[in-house]
């Protein structure tokens, strides 16, 4: 900071001296350096108002012509551009500092960049440093709360989990409403049945296929929201696009970077179940005369109550501590780039082995990538890119069947506390406990996925310039599992193996022709136009046997298996073809203005409608070029924009519109003979989903950008939904693809930036972004609402898609606490002598009644809405909870002091609901279930009656008289609100003298926290969950918990 | 390099030139791993294919096996048979007490997979005519479907009263439910055009043949005449699921017409021992006895199985002595005393735990190994059903808790007592006792008692009471008799308000969740919740 101070004087000595001075041509010579003082090769350096400019070379040096009294500006990607005068001195050292929300910045838009202070687009997005500074494993997590606008939020805890990115609300109905990746120009829709996960017994959860991109590589993520930004990419952009950049090679010197750390990770929390004794005394409570109690030395090996035995002798414990381990994690980067002047190239390696907090449960990661570009004329210039990663993840943290309650971390809560074999209920092998389950079981995915493309661009003549890319995505996986006799599964089946391999390619090519034309300093054009194909081949297999008679060999010899259950293979394809333009019109640099077009065919419809038309308009005013702000030195940008736009989707699955015919066997005489039957009804109506944005955006920085605050408000509107639509199953069929009715967003989104100290020593920047979405289903066609039918075992017709209403919302009953005994009537005129559990209760004229359920005392009461005395699914049920937040963001302040930097990131996700059903499996999932220690402490008993925790459930066979918990209510929902600390990170930059005495360039230490602390109200494992269905997400059966970990790591460069 | 750019410019123009050649098909979608609804229905294979897809329902793994799994658990239990056992908790117990809402995905399940049944009923009738292929064969088929789809028809208005009717394929989906004239009158007139054209045995084994639809047809007259004259539902005072139209009198003289003639023409016997109509190799002799079953395979990868080892078995290692590996549901103590000690139907139908020692006792049929179980205790908590017996799962070829053998769905017995009551009802109570002879001479053959004993026994003077009894004794256990014969002689409430809280470990620990939950209103069950969202043209059973 000292030269910056030494500048200033400078700068207001040739100031001063400026009028009395001759224009006298100078040669002058320096150096320019980042804000760590390295020299910065590749600066452009010009003096202001001459178009002719130059570079800084591998040292940062340049040498340059002025006259006294000229500027001179420095610009660079990622810097604020500097400006300074030419007095006498003739060498100088010119200090560039890191950019913040600079607006000099280069914003990759679709097919393009663009200035960020030319954007007529809203469009925010990361960068490298901010990945960098939260050390997340996985890209996505590192934008959660970061990005206004877009809501990211995991499926659980665990390692290579399904992220979910919503960009301004949920717009689609199908397919997780996530956005369309560009990974260094390769389009990309996520599916998540790309990594072969979906064996046994995972319902509701996907993996994230972009878990292989290794966010050490990435240089930017850019997120385009408003529709003049993401129409160019028409079919596709109805969800918003996120284009992420890899790091590319610059020409100079070359450098190689190694960043590495390990990670020690631990549960963020753990429920409060009971221990062995105390449930011993609870199964003394609901089941004495258990084989718990006494020898089973009765007939037939029935137990004998005349032969008692100790429960205290048996082995106890604490699954939880069992099962939830400190995971230690390590991760290492290398990356290397540079290049000469007409070759460049950025490459490198990286190594994650990243433990789960849950037992046996790992993931590695091994990624390799290269990308060059080349000058091979003046005329033409090559690239070619690649990027290759392999996944290992191992452990079967299934998360439970459709219909039963036997994932692993389900497990982990309900089974019972002690080593007890009960021969009525247990696996017939013995006790099976959940580190059985895990020890026992094996499950590995592999996967490989590997982005490739190339381009030539070849300036055809004088601005304009042909590009021809092309490339793909191909990604393999293969599911491996196998379940022992010591599991559940395995039991029943004498052990069974599975073996899955699904693969896919998505492939690309665009041909664009850009043109650039000046008129004038006043009138400038930009056009360009493409056409481009591109093409998606999906395949997979799955093999599944069981009845193995050695299991030593487990799944890598599927053979031993003497049975084949399953033997499936599938293949889809979708093709898709497109042509589009975009013109792009500046005048006087004040007034911005650009329109595109794009026209879509796609395979996925029928004959007739195939095709999708996308407009987009947009203008943008940079109000403070205008005459009467030119004075105004406190404003450094102030501009306003407008755009409109059209955006098309059709992610649905290949052939959604055909009726299809699936196999369905039948047996002859044990003998098995070949069937179809129709399983899906056709649409040939099934067309594209039209959505139309206006956006209005307003971006204004003040104090040389000191603040900096970009406002946008949006309004959405969704029309021909595609969806499966749940149809009344009497047709044959329980669902149709259907366009159906519209949903619209509205919100308003705001980014801002503050340097609030920016001293020589001590620097202060505040981050802070916060988002508001409103979501209205405004029309389902035909149907005023849709159930939600989610398969769990308990309570299956949850949610509820309904017109006025947002998306993810839950239907039933509203909790109106307990009912009591006075509330009911029993024998002999209700004879108080007569103990609780010997009387027959009946509700007494006049309490409030549930159809279907014979209520006792100690059952869940809810209200009733109509007020006729009986509480029934047609009159009584409402809306009683919420998916989505009602606002959400993060603040993150960055405190720089010498070579010490501190990172401090919030998030939080405000008045978002979750049904958490994990409360039915902490009130005892059947009798020999754990239950928490909160429920029984406190549950109704005659004694205690409680208006807030019901009794047992006797269909569970505990004694109790809890019998409507099986009905969708209130009593479930919770508040999912929460503010997390998610990330505090303190980097050193080591001294100059000790780099030098290293021979490094630069070289940091830095430890992390992640999740440190977390406030909310949610009783489960932890609010930020999510239900893989995007019509009703805010389900929580119990997932895998979240780990707060923290980091040490170092990162060097020479 | 000005060569160069020429070669670029040339390799441009070629790739554009390659990748506009390919347009035209390239956004024609092509199907690679199924057929098009609308491409099939062309040939007689096709026909064939498409048949055997219509009884897929009857046991589709899809769909929890239907009538291999999960339609026992719905029909057989919450009655004086059979309960739930005391602890245990998914998704189809709560059948056996009587607590199934409509907001329970079981019913929506069995609900949508019947109409999937009748759908693809309706595409093959509909769809068969045009192709050419043998007629004689080509009728049969249809006739097949009718029969399918009546007898889907027939079990959706069984459960849930009064139902939508659907004779088209792909149907229009928002019809309210037909009253229980149509439903039925559609379900006879299906039956009754399976029983012109079916013969006399189908030649593929297992499938429909003249007398199945004869049999289902007697069957459907004796639930209609019954419910009439006890006025089943009466007291609900509902608008639907009415029987007045019903003409008991003539109901009854097709019920013995019907009867008369499969007892004379059918061909069909009590086939000599017991319990070879539930083993896993004797379909020999339960094709003797059976109009018709339900089929399982042994093949590897279809998913065509019987499941029941949930409460069907008796008690033991599944994976090695072929027993029941849960007692989802369990006896009652009124289901044994209604036998006499003589009874062998109670020694097979009734039972303790197979031994899980080396010394488990076997016994061989037909060349078959199985594991005998102990002999029932009712005060023990392995008092167990073992109506249904797997063999020694080292002898099969799929999972040992699936079963490839067959289930009866309609068998002689039931013909000769739906024959005894009609004749009771017509006045004849001596040949309607003379029928239960045969029946009881086969539950003591192989023994030295005399038929005279359980005749004895048995004897009730009001006959129905004793036919009742004797039909439990005889079918228990067997898909919805028990259930269906309770409601239609109004006598479920009783049945079960006379369940005792003694006698059985069971009837001690698990029948008085029955009893709170019983009301008389749930000898229907409720139309799923969803379904009403869904087609709010449907209206609710009384009490839901």
Redesign the interface.
Known sequence: MRRSGFKIVITLFTLFFFQISNAQIARITGVVTGNDDEPLPNVTIRVKGKSASLKSDNKGAFSVTAVKGDSLIFTSVGYKAQSVFVSDTRTLTVRMETAVNSLEDVVVIGYGTRKKSDLTGAVSGVKAKDIEQSRNTDLLSSMQGKVAGARIFSQSGEPGAAINVQIRGISSLYGSSSPLYVIDGVPYDVNANEVAISGEANLGYSSNPLNTLNPADIEAIDVLKDASATAIYGSRGANGVVIITTKSGKSGRSITTYDGYVSFAKATKSLDMLYGNEFIEYQRLV?PQSSLFYNNS??????NLNDPRDPYALEQHDWQAEMIQTAISQNHNIAISGGSEKTTFAGGIGFLNEEGIIRNNNQKRYSIRLKVDHQ?????KLGLNFNTAYTDMNGATNTGQA??WNGIIQNIISAKPIAFFDS??DE?VGFVTPLSIIDNAYKNVSSIRSTLNGY?E?E?LRNLK?N?SGGGILSSSKGKEFYS?LTPLG????GVGILQENRSISWY?T?RLTYQYEVNANHKFDIMGA?E?NGYVFENMLMRS??FADESTGIDDISKG??????N?????????SWLGRFNYTYMDKYLFTASFRAD????FGAGN?YGYFPSLAVAWKANQEVFLRDADWLSELKVRLSYGQTGNERIP??SY?????????????????????ST??NRNLKWENTTQYNAGLDLGVLDNRFSITLDLYNKRTNDMLLPV?????????QQWQNIGRIDNSGWEIQLTSQNIRSADLQWTTNFNISQNFNEIKSLGT?S???V?I?N?V???IG?VSVGQSLGTAYGYVSDGIYQIDQFNWQNNSDASIPHAQR?YSLRPGEVDV????V?PGSYRFRDLNKDGMI???NDRTFISNSLPKHFGGINNTISYKGFELNVFFEWSYGGEIFNLGKIAQQG????SNISREYLNNKWTPENPSNEYPDFR????LPGGN?SF???SSYYVEDASYLRLKNLSLNYNLPRKWISALGLTSGRVYVTGNNLLLFTDYTGYDPDVSFDNPLFSGLDRITYPRSKSFIAGVSISF | ?KK??NI??IL?AV??IF?FAC?KS?????????????H?YKTAKDAE????????????E?HGRMFGETMLHILNTGNDECVTG??????N??FG?A???????SL?GV??AL??G???C??LIAKIDPVEMDVVRKEEIKAEAYFLRGFYHMILAQMFGD??V?IE???E???PRAPLQEVYTQVLSDFTKAATVLPHRAT????ANKWSAEGFRAKVFAYLAACKVNGTGTALGSDLNKFDWVNAASMYDSVHAVASRIIASGGFKLTEKYNYLFRENT?QWQYEECLFTV??????????YLRLGNAWLPWG????RGGA???WFVPTAEVYTRYNDADIRRKHNLT??IPNTNTAPVEIIEGVRYYVP?AA?L????YGIAKYRYRDPASK?????LS???LTLLRYADILLLDAEARFFKGDESGARALLLPIRQRAVFGTTTNVSVLTTAYFKPDFMEELLAERSRELCFELGIRRFDLIRFAKHTTAIQALKLTGSYHNEHSVA?LK??W?PYKIWF?VP???????QS?K?NP??
């Open positions: 089941n009765g007939p037939q090996g029935t137990i091979a004329s003046k005329k033409i219909n039963a009525d209920f017939t030539t070849i055809i042909l021809i006799r039991n029943a089946n004498n090519n041909n056409f194909t069981s009845d003497a049975v084949v259950n399953r033997l293979s599938e293949k889809w394809v979708n093709n898709r073809l065919g796609s395979d996925k195939k290949a052939y055909a009726g299809k015919m699936n196999n369905t066997f039948y047996s002859s005489g044990g003998i098995s003979t070949y069937g179809v039957s129709p009804l056709a749940l149809i009344p199953s009497q047709s044959g069929y329980e149907l609402y849709i159930p039918i398969d075992g309570i299956s017709n509820r027959t159809a279907g359920v014979t006792q029934d699914d047609l999932l059947s009798v020999n006797s269909a569970n066979g019998t099986r009905l969708s | 390099m160069h750019f670029y410019i441009t790739a554009a990748l347009k390239f956004l024609e979608a092509e199907p690679y791993s199924f057929i098009e609804t609308d099939f294919a498409a048949l055997t897809g219509c009884y897929n329902m009857l046991n589709s899809e005391t602890g245990i908790v998914n998704e117990t709560t007490i607590s199934t809402t409509a907001a329970d995905a929506k609900w949508a109409y999937q009748v759908n693809r309706n595409h139902i939508p659907n394929p792909d149907p989906f928002f019809q593929i084994a297992g499938r379909r089929e399982g395979t042994s093949s590897a990868t279809n998913g065509v290692n599944i994976n090695t590996s849960s007692k303790g735990a102990a205790v005060s023990v908590s392995n070829s799929i999972p040992p808790f490839d053998g067959a969740q709170t939950n009301q409720p919740s969803a379904e009403i969202d869904l087609n449907l609710q009490g839901f």
